[in-house]
Protein backbone atom coordinates (compact mmCIF):
# COMPACT_ATOMS: atom_id res chain seq x y z
CA UNK A 1 0.00 0.00 0.00
CA UNK A 2 3.06 2.06 0.95
CA UNK A 3 5.14 3.09 -2.11
CA UNK A 4 8.61 2.55 -0.23
CA UNK A 5 10.48 3.70 -3.36
CA UNK A 6 8.50 6.96 -3.29
CA UNK A 7 10.06 7.25 0.42
CA UNK A 8 13.15 6.51 -0.33
CA UNK A 9 13.31 8.58 -3.20
CA UNK A 10 11.66 11.90 -1.89
CA UNK A 11 13.36 11.11 1.61
CA UNK A 12 16.49 13.58 0.50
CA UNK A 13 14.12 16.60 -0.04
CA UNK A 14 13.46 16.63 4.33
CA UNK A 15 17.36 16.96 4.84
CA UNK A 16 17.19 20.10 2.19
CA UNK A 17 18.94 18.35 -0.66
CA UNK A 18 17.49 20.14 -3.27
CA UNK A 19 18.57 17.75 -6.46
CA UNK A 20 16.43 14.88 -5.03
CA UNK A 21 12.85 16.90 -4.60
CA UNK A 22 11.31 19.80 -6.03
CA UNK A 23 13.50 22.98 -5.86
CA UNK A 24 14.03 23.86 -2.99
CA UNK A 25 16.54 25.87 -1.07
CA UNK A 26 19.28 24.68 1.48
CA UNK A 27 17.92 24.67 4.90
CA UNK A 28 14.79 23.12 4.29
CA UNK A 29 12.80 20.50 5.94
CA UNK A 30 14.92 19.04 9.12
CA UNK A 31 16.66 21.87 9.72
CA UNK A 32 14.14 24.57 9.42
CA UNK A 33 12.03 23.01 11.86
CA UNK A 34 14.38 22.58 14.21
CA UNK A 35 15.82 26.33 13.53
CA UNK A 36 11.99 27.77 14.20
CA UNK A 37 11.95 25.85 16.79
CA UNK A 38 15.30 26.33 18.69
CA UNK A 39 15.10 29.97 17.82
CA UNK A 40 11.25 30.66 18.88
CA UNK A 41 11.79 28.80 22.49
CA UNK A 42 15.13 30.72 23.09
CA UNK A 43 13.82 34.06 22.46
CA UNK A 44 10.31 32.74 24.02
CA UNK A 45 12.57 31.91 26.96
CA UNK A 46 14.82 34.96 27.22
CA UNK A 47 11.21 37.14 27.27
CA UNK A 48 9.03 34.91 29.85
CA UNK A 49 11.93 35.06 32.49
CA UNK A 50 11.18 38.74 33.24
CA UNK A 51 7.95 38.19 32.66
CA UNK A 52 7.48 35.45 34.95
CA UNK A 53 8.69 37.73 37.83
CA UNK A 54 6.70 40.17 36.96
CA UNK A 55 3.69 38.00 37.06
CA UNK A 56 4.66 36.50 40.04
CA UNK A 57 4.85 39.69 41.94
CA UNK A 58 2.22 40.70 44.45
CA UNK A 59 1.92 44.52 42.60
CA UNK A 60 -1.08 44.47 40.98
CA UNK A 61 -0.06 46.77 38.25
CA UNK A 62 2.81 44.84 37.84
CA UNK A 63 1.11 41.00 37.59
CA UNK A 64 -1.57 42.14 35.71
CA UNK A 65 -0.64 43.23 32.30
CA UNK A 66 1.35 40.04 32.22
CA UNK A 67 -1.70 38.19 32.87
CA UNK A 68 -3.26 39.94 30.06
CA UNK A 69 -0.93 38.85 27.22
CA UNK A 70 -0.45 35.20 28.88
CA UNK A 71 -4.58 35.23 28.70
CA UNK A 72 -4.90 36.58 25.15
CA UNK A 73 -1.71 34.54 24.02
CA UNK A 74 -2.93 31.08 25.57
CA UNK A 75 -6.71 31.51 24.48
CA UNK A 76 -6.27 32.12 20.73
CA UNK A 77 -5.04 29.46 18.29
CA UNK A 78 -1.45 30.05 17.32
CA UNK A 79 -2.25 30.11 13.58
CA UNK A 80 -4.23 33.31 14.40
CA UNK A 81 -1.66 34.73 15.64
CA UNK A 82 0.72 33.52 12.68
CA UNK A 83 -1.61 35.11 10.36
CA UNK A 84 -2.23 38.16 12.40
CA UNK A 85 1.50 38.71 12.35
CA UNK A 86 2.36 37.29 8.59
CA UNK A 87 -0.91 39.30 6.74
CA UNK A 88 -1.79 41.55 9.52
CA UNK A 89 0.91 43.61 10.03
CA UNK A 90 1.27 45.26 6.41
CA UNK A 91 -1.79 47.00 7.38
CA UNK A 92 -0.04 49.55 9.22
CA UNK A 93 1.68 52.21 7.33
CA UNK A 94 3.99 52.73 10.02
CA UNK A 95 5.56 49.46 10.14
CA UNK A 96 5.75 49.37 5.91
CA UNK A 97 8.09 52.64 6.33
CA UNK A 98 10.07 51.30 8.87
CA UNK A 99 13.29 49.25 8.97
CA UNK A 100 11.29 46.74 10.73
CA UNK A 101 9.20 45.84 7.45
CA UNK A 102 12.67 44.19 5.66
CA UNK A 103 12.36 41.62 8.56
CA UNK A 104 8.31 41.31 8.97
CA UNK A 105 7.57 40.93 5.24
CA UNK A 106 9.92 37.41 5.19
CA UNK A 107 7.98 34.51 6.46
CA UNK A 108 10.36 33.23 8.18
CA UNK A 109 11.10 35.86 10.39
CA UNK A 110 7.06 36.52 10.82
CA UNK A 111 6.82 32.49 11.83
CA UNK A 112 9.86 33.09 14.53
CA UNK A 113 8.12 36.69 15.82
CA UNK A 114 4.61 34.51 16.38
CA UNK A 115 6.18 31.52 17.74
CA UNK A 116 8.57 33.32 20.49
CA UNK A 117 5.35 35.10 21.35
CA UNK A 118 3.19 32.45 21.92
CA UNK A 119 5.69 29.80 23.92
CA UNK A 120 6.59 32.86 25.88
CA UNK A 121 3.34 33.10 27.03
CA UNK A 122 3.01 29.48 28.19
CA UNK A 123 6.44 29.65 29.70
CA UNK A 124 5.74 32.72 31.64
CA UNK A 125 3.04 30.96 33.26
CA UNK A 126 4.58 27.76 34.24
CA UNK A 127 8.17 29.90 35.42
CA UNK A 128 5.80 32.21 37.72
CA UNK A 129 3.66 29.07 38.90
CA UNK A 130 6.65 27.82 40.53
CA UNK A 131 7.68 30.69 41.87
CA UNK A 132 4.60 31.05 43.75
CA UNK A 133 5.03 27.71 44.96
CA UNK A 134 8.78 28.49 46.08
CA UNK A 135 8.75 26.37 49.86
CA UNK A 136 8.51 30.07 51.61
CA UNK A 137 11.53 28.63 54.11
CA UNK A 138 13.40 28.63 51.17
CA UNK A 139 13.16 32.33 50.96
CA UNK A 140 13.38 33.05 54.86
CA UNK A 141 16.52 31.30 55.31
CA UNK A 142 18.15 33.29 52.34
CA UNK A 143 16.59 36.75 54.49
CA UNK A 144 17.69 35.11 57.63
CA UNK A 145 21.39 34.90 56.22
CA UNK A 146 20.96 38.22 55.32
CA UNK A 147 21.29 38.13 51.17
CA UNK A 148 19.53 40.62 49.81
CA UNK A 149 16.39 40.69 47.52
CA UNK A 150 18.39 40.34 44.51
CA UNK A 151 20.38 37.83 45.64
CA UNK A 152 17.80 35.90 47.27
CA UNK A 153 16.20 35.96 43.47
CA UNK A 154 19.36 34.95 41.83
CA UNK A 155 20.60 32.23 44.19
CA UNK A 156 17.60 30.72 45.84
CA UNK A 157 13.83 31.50 44.07
CA UNK A 158 15.14 31.12 40.33
CA UNK A 159 17.33 28.18 40.38
CA UNK A 160 14.68 26.20 42.52
CA UNK A 161 11.73 26.98 40.48
CA UNK A 162 13.33 26.51 37.01
CA UNK A 163 14.29 22.93 38.30
CA UNK A 164 10.40 22.36 39.16
CA UNK A 165 9.48 23.97 35.95
CA UNK A 166 11.41 21.34 33.83
CA UNK A 167 8.72 18.51 33.53
CA UNK A 168 5.39 21.47 32.32
CA UNK A 169 8.39 23.14 30.59
CA UNK A 170 9.42 19.42 28.62
CA UNK A 171 5.68 19.51 27.69
CA UNK A 172 6.05 23.06 26.43
CA UNK A 173 8.55 22.48 24.17
CA UNK A 174 7.24 19.25 23.03
CA UNK A 175 4.10 21.40 22.04
CA UNK A 176 5.69 23.67 20.17
CA UNK A 177 7.53 21.23 18.14
CA UNK A 178 3.83 20.36 16.80
CA UNK A 179 3.18 24.08 16.89
CA UNK A 180 5.92 24.45 14.30
CA UNK A 181 4.13 22.43 11.90
CA UNK A 182 1.99 25.51 10.91
CA UNK A 183 4.99 27.60 9.18
CA UNK A 184 4.03 25.58 6.53
CA UNK A 185 1.01 27.69 5.91
CA UNK A 186 2.57 30.44 5.22
CA UNK A 187 5.19 29.43 2.74
CA UNK A 188 8.13 27.97 4.51
CA UNK A 189 9.45 24.92 3.69
CA UNK A 190 9.58 22.97 7.02
CA UNK A 191 9.38 19.55 7.85
CA UNK A 192 5.51 19.69 6.51
CA UNK A 193 5.94 22.02 3.93
CA UNK A 194 8.69 19.96 2.73
CA UNK A 195 5.65 16.67 2.92
CA UNK A 196 2.94 19.27 1.43
CA UNK A 197 5.03 20.14 -1.70
CA UNK A 198 5.99 16.38 -2.23
CA UNK A 199 2.35 15.68 -1.90
CA UNK A 200 1.24 18.36 -4.81
CA UNK A 201 3.97 16.69 -7.09
CA UNK A 202 3.01 12.95 -6.40
CA UNK A 203 -0.53 13.20 -5.28
CA UNK A 204 0.84 10.40 -2.67
CA UNK A 205 -0.54 11.79 0.91
CA UNK A 206 0.45 8.37 2.92
CA UNK A 207 4.20 8.77 1.58
CA UNK A 208 5.11 12.42 2.72
CA UNK A 209 3.09 12.47 5.33
CA UNK A 210 3.66 9.42 6.97
CA UNK A 211 7.40 10.11 6.69
CA UNK A 212 7.28 13.91 7.89
CA UNK A 213 5.09 12.16 11.02
CA UNK A 214 8.26 9.66 11.45
CA UNK A 215 10.46 12.79 11.29
CA UNK A 216 8.39 14.54 14.25
CA UNK A 217 7.84 11.40 16.39
CA UNK A 218 11.57 10.60 16.44
CA UNK A 219 11.89 14.33 17.30
CA UNK A 220 9.53 14.11 20.22
CA UNK A 221 11.31 10.91 21.42
CA UNK A 222 14.33 12.73 21.34
CA UNK A 223 13.00 15.77 23.75
CA UNK A 224 11.46 13.47 26.14
CA UNK A 225 14.47 11.88 26.76
CA UNK A 226 16.54 14.90 27.06
CA UNK A 227 14.35 16.14 29.51
CA UNK A 228 13.95 12.77 31.68
CA UNK A 229 17.59 13.23 31.88
CA UNK A 230 17.37 16.73 32.59
CA UNK A 231 14.73 16.02 35.64
CA UNK A 232 17.03 13.22 36.90
CA UNK A 233 19.99 15.31 37.54
CA UNK A 234 18.21 18.52 38.51
CA UNK A 235 15.81 17.33 40.14
CA UNK A 236 17.37 14.12 42.16
CA UNK A 237 16.92 16.04 45.55
CA UNK A 238 13.03 16.08 45.26
CA UNK A 239 13.50 12.11 43.91
CA UNK A 240 11.52 9.84 46.86
CA UNK A 241 14.96 8.21 48.60
CA UNK A 242 14.72 4.35 48.10
CA UNK B 1 -16.85 47.39 4.49
CA UNK B 2 -15.81 45.32 7.22
CA UNK B 3 -19.25 45.05 8.99
CA UNK B 4 -20.31 43.11 5.38
CA UNK B 5 -18.38 41.04 6.56
CA UNK B 6 -19.35 39.82 10.34
CA UNK B 7 -22.02 37.95 9.24
CA UNK B 8 -19.97 35.93 7.35
CA UNK B 9 -17.52 35.90 10.44
CA UNK B 10 -19.87 34.61 12.42
CA UNK B 11 -21.57 31.98 10.10
CA UNK B 12 -17.65 30.52 10.63
CA UNK B 13 -17.69 30.53 14.11
CA UNK B 14 -21.12 28.33 13.97
CA UNK B 15 -19.38 25.93 11.58
CA UNK B 16 -15.99 26.10 13.99
CA UNK B 17 -18.45 24.99 17.42
CA UNK B 18 -20.81 22.13 15.60
CA UNK B 19 -17.47 21.02 14.65
CA UNK B 20 -15.99 21.34 17.80
CA UNK B 21 -18.63 19.44 19.22
CA UNK B 22 -18.65 16.94 17.10
CA UNK B 23 -15.15 16.29 17.38
CA UNK B 24 -15.80 16.70 21.37
CA UNK B 25 -18.13 13.69 21.00
CA UNK B 26 -15.68 10.98 18.66
CA UNK B 27 -12.70 12.04 21.22
CA UNK B 28 -14.74 11.12 24.50
CA UNK B 29 -15.78 8.05 22.73
CA UNK B 30 -12.31 7.16 21.68
CA UNK B 31 -10.96 8.39 25.19
CA UNK B 32 -12.88 6.09 26.84
CA UNK B 33 -12.32 3.13 24.86
CA UNK B 34 -8.89 4.07 24.99
CA UNK B 35 -8.38 4.31 28.16
CA UNK B 36 -10.34 1.19 29.44
CA UNK B 37 -8.22 -0.61 26.48
CA UNK B 38 -5.46 0.88 27.87
CA UNK B 39 -6.20 -0.49 31.55
CA UNK B 40 -7.67 -3.88 30.29
CA UNK B 41 -5.90 -7.48 30.84
CA UNK B 42 -5.95 -8.14 27.71
CA UNK B 43 -1.91 -7.72 26.55
CA UNK B 44 -2.56 -6.95 22.62
CA UNK B 45 -5.29 -4.50 23.83
CA UNK B 46 -3.56 -2.76 26.13
CA UNK B 47 -0.69 -2.62 23.75
CA UNK B 48 -2.72 -0.93 20.97
CA UNK B 49 -4.08 1.99 22.76
CA UNK B 50 -0.35 2.72 24.11
CA UNK B 51 0.53 3.03 20.51
CA UNK B 52 -2.28 4.89 19.60
CA UNK B 53 -2.27 7.03 22.39
CA UNK B 54 1.95 7.61 21.40
CA UNK B 55 1.39 8.15 18.13
CA UNK B 56 -0.88 10.69 18.01
CA UNK B 57 0.57 12.99 20.17
CA UNK B 58 4.15 12.49 18.68
CA UNK B 59 2.61 13.80 15.76
CA UNK B 60 1.47 16.96 15.18
CA UNK B 61 -2.63 17.64 14.53
CA UNK B 62 -1.77 19.16 11.35
CA UNK B 63 0.50 16.19 9.46
CA UNK B 64 -2.65 14.09 11.00
CA UNK B 65 -5.39 16.12 9.15
CA UNK B 66 -3.07 15.69 6.22
CA UNK B 67 -2.67 12.13 6.83
CA UNK B 68 -5.97 11.32 7.54
CA UNK B 69 -7.72 13.67 5.58
CA UNK B 70 -5.92 13.33 1.99
CA UNK B 71 -4.99 9.56 2.70
CA UNK B 72 -8.69 8.75 3.65
CA UNK B 73 -9.77 9.98 0.70
CA UNK B 74 -7.67 8.36 -1.82
CA UNK B 75 -8.21 5.07 0.41
CA UNK B 76 -11.72 5.64 -0.26
CA UNK B 77 -11.19 6.22 -4.02
CA UNK B 78 -9.49 3.14 -4.25
CA UNK B 79 -11.38 0.84 -2.64
CA UNK B 80 -14.72 2.46 -4.70
CA UNK B 81 -12.41 2.14 -7.98
CA UNK B 82 -11.62 -1.49 -7.20
CA UNK B 83 -15.41 -2.12 -6.19
CA UNK B 84 -16.28 -0.66 -9.51
CA UNK B 85 -18.17 2.03 -8.01
CA UNK B 86 -17.91 5.82 -8.77
CA UNK B 87 -15.60 7.39 -6.50
CA UNK B 88 -16.98 8.74 -3.07
CA UNK B 89 -16.87 12.26 -2.55
CA UNK B 90 -16.46 12.57 1.17
CA UNK B 91 -18.47 14.76 3.55
CA UNK B 92 -15.68 17.59 4.43
CA UNK B 93 -17.21 18.64 7.71
CA UNK B 94 -17.48 14.23 9.17
CA UNK B 95 -14.33 14.05 8.15
CA UNK B 96 -13.10 17.23 9.25
CA UNK B 97 -14.48 16.13 13.09
CA UNK B 98 -13.57 12.30 13.05
CA UNK B 99 -10.14 13.71 11.98
CA UNK B 100 -10.13 15.81 15.17
CA UNK B 101 -12.22 13.45 17.28
CA UNK B 102 -9.09 10.64 16.31
CA UNK B 103 -6.10 13.45 17.42
CA UNK B 104 -7.88 14.38 21.01
CA UNK B 105 -9.18 11.15 21.02
CA UNK B 106 -5.75 10.06 22.44
CA UNK B 107 -5.24 13.16 24.59
CA UNK B 108 -8.69 12.32 26.25
CA UNK B 109 -7.31 8.69 26.79
CA UNK B 110 -4.68 9.48 28.97
CA UNK B 111 -6.71 11.96 30.94
CA UNK B 112 -9.66 9.26 31.56
CA UNK B 113 -6.75 6.87 32.26
CA UNK B 114 -5.19 8.91 34.90
CA UNK B 115 -9.00 9.67 36.13
CA UNK B 116 -9.88 5.51 36.29
CA UNK B 117 -6.60 4.78 38.30
CA UNK B 118 -7.61 7.89 40.79
CA UNK B 119 -10.93 6.13 41.49
CA UNK B 120 -10.17 4.02 44.83
CA UNK B 121 -10.51 0.47 43.43
CA UNK B 122 -12.75 -0.95 46.97
CA UNK B 123 -15.31 0.97 45.24
CA UNK B 124 -14.93 -1.23 42.17
CA UNK B 125 -14.66 -4.07 44.45
CA UNK B 126 -17.79 -2.99 46.76
CA UNK B 127 -19.66 -2.94 43.39
CA UNK B 128 -18.73 -6.45 42.45
CA UNK B 129 -19.22 -7.44 45.77
CA UNK B 130 -22.91 -6.89 45.55
CA UNK B 131 -23.44 -8.78 42.02
CA UNK B 132 -23.22 -5.91 39.80
CA UNK B 133 -21.88 -6.78 36.16
CA UNK B 134 -18.94 -5.02 34.80
CA UNK B 135 -20.31 -3.14 32.57
CA UNK B 136 -23.05 -1.84 35.42
CA UNK B 137 -19.82 -1.49 37.97
CA UNK B 138 -18.36 1.38 35.25
CA UNK B 139 -21.59 3.32 34.34
CA UNK B 140 -22.80 3.39 38.30
CA UNK B 141 -19.19 3.43 40.51
CA UNK B 142 -16.64 4.42 38.15
CA UNK B 143 -18.19 7.18 35.64
CA UNK B 144 -19.39 9.47 38.43
CA UNK B 145 -16.20 9.14 40.35
CA UNK B 146 -13.90 9.86 37.61
CA UNK B 147 -15.85 12.94 36.54
CA UNK B 148 -13.95 14.73 39.39
CA UNK B 149 -10.43 13.81 38.58
CA UNK B 150 -10.64 13.88 34.72
CA UNK B 151 -12.51 17.46 34.52
CA UNK B 152 -8.93 19.86 34.91
CA UNK B 153 -7.53 17.42 31.70
CA UNK B 154 -10.43 17.77 30.24
CA UNK B 155 -11.06 21.14 30.41
CA UNK B 156 -7.54 21.66 28.81
CA UNK B 157 -7.87 19.31 26.07
CA UNK B 158 -11.16 20.80 24.94
CA UNK B 159 -9.48 23.85 24.93
CA UNK B 160 -6.30 22.80 22.81
CA UNK B 161 -8.98 21.00 20.60
CA UNK B 162 -11.02 24.46 20.05
CA UNK B 163 -7.86 26.30 18.99
CA UNK B 164 -7.04 23.05 16.73
CA UNK B 165 -9.98 23.82 15.14
CA UNK B 166 -8.33 26.90 13.63
CA UNK B 167 -6.37 24.39 11.03
CA UNK B 168 -9.64 22.62 9.34
CA UNK B 169 -9.70 25.28 6.63
CA UNK B 170 -6.33 23.46 5.03
CA UNK B 171 -9.00 20.53 4.35
CA UNK B 172 -11.57 22.67 2.49
CA UNK B 173 -13.85 23.72 5.59
CA UNK B 174 -15.66 26.77 5.51
CA UNK B 175 -14.76 27.75 9.28
CA UNK B 176 -13.97 31.45 10.57
CA UNK B 177 -10.47 30.84 9.28
CA UNK B 178 -11.76 30.38 5.96
CA UNK B 179 -14.01 33.19 6.04
CA UNK B 180 -11.34 35.73 7.06
CA UNK B 181 -9.45 34.65 4.76
CA UNK B 182 -12.19 35.71 1.98
CA UNK B 183 -12.72 39.13 4.15
CA UNK B 184 -9.07 39.99 3.89
CA UNK B 185 -8.57 39.79 0.57
CA UNK B 186 -11.51 41.87 -0.33
CA UNK B 187 -11.35 44.48 2.71
CA UNK B 188 -7.43 45.07 2.43
CA UNK B 189 -7.86 45.39 6.50
CA UNK B 190 -6.15 41.65 7.19
CA UNK B 191 -5.27 42.82 10.74
CA UNK B 192 -8.49 44.25 11.68
CA UNK B 193 -10.44 41.05 10.18
CA UNK B 194 -7.91 38.28 12.08
CA UNK B 195 -8.17 40.26 15.35
CA UNK B 196 -11.96 39.98 15.11
CA UNK B 197 -10.92 36.21 14.74
CA UNK B 198 -8.86 36.04 17.71
CA UNK B 199 -11.17 37.83 20.03
CA UNK B 200 -14.38 35.41 18.70
CA UNK B 201 -11.67 32.09 19.75
CA UNK B 202 -11.40 34.18 22.89
CA UNK B 203 -14.84 34.44 23.62
CA UNK B 204 -15.31 30.86 23.20
CA UNK B 205 -12.28 30.01 25.45
CA UNK B 206 -13.11 32.35 27.90
CA UNK B 207 -16.83 31.27 28.39
CA UNK B 208 -15.78 27.46 28.31
CA UNK B 209 -13.21 27.89 31.24
CA UNK B 210 -15.92 29.89 33.33
CA UNK B 211 -18.26 27.23 32.53
CA UNK B 212 -15.92 24.14 33.29
CA UNK B 213 -14.48 26.05 36.83
CA UNK B 214 -18.06 25.44 37.53
CA UNK B 215 -18.92 22.39 36.87
CA UNK B 216 -15.32 21.25 38.58
CA UNK B 217 -16.81 23.19 41.77
CA UNK B 218 -19.89 21.12 41.46
CA UNK B 219 -18.15 17.81 41.17
CA UNK B 220 -16.21 18.95 43.97
CA UNK B 221 -19.14 19.65 46.51
CA UNK B 222 -18.37 17.70 49.94
CA UNK B 223 -14.37 17.31 49.01
CA UNK B 224 -11.94 18.96 51.05
CA UNK B 225 -8.65 20.25 49.60
CA UNK B 226 -5.83 20.32 51.79
CA UNK B 227 -4.78 24.00 52.92
CA UNK B 228 -1.35 25.16 53.54
Known amino acids: ?242 | MLEDYLPGLFAGLWMTLKLAALALLFAMLLGLMGAAFRLAKNRPLALLAELYSTMVRGIPDLVWMFILFFGGQMLVNDIALALGLAPLDIDAFIAGALTLGFIFGAYMSETFRGAMLAVPPGQIEAGHAYGMSRLRVFCRIMLPQMVRFALPGFSNNWLVLVKSTALVSVIGLDDMMARADVAKSVTQQPFTVYLCVALLYLAITSISMLALNRLCARYSLGIREAEL
Open chain 1, 1 to 242: MIDMDLVLEKLPAFFGLAEAGPALPGRDGLLLTLELLTLSLLAGFALALPLALLRASKNRWLSTPVWLYTYVFRGTPMLVQLFLIYYGIAQFEVVRASWLWTYLQEAYWCAIFAFTLNTAAYTTEIIAGQIRNTAHGEIEAARAIGMSRWQTLQRIALPSALRRALPAYSNEVIMMLQGTAIAGLVTLADLTGVARQIYSDSYQAFEPFLTAGAFYLTLTFLIAWLFRRLERRYLAHLRPRS
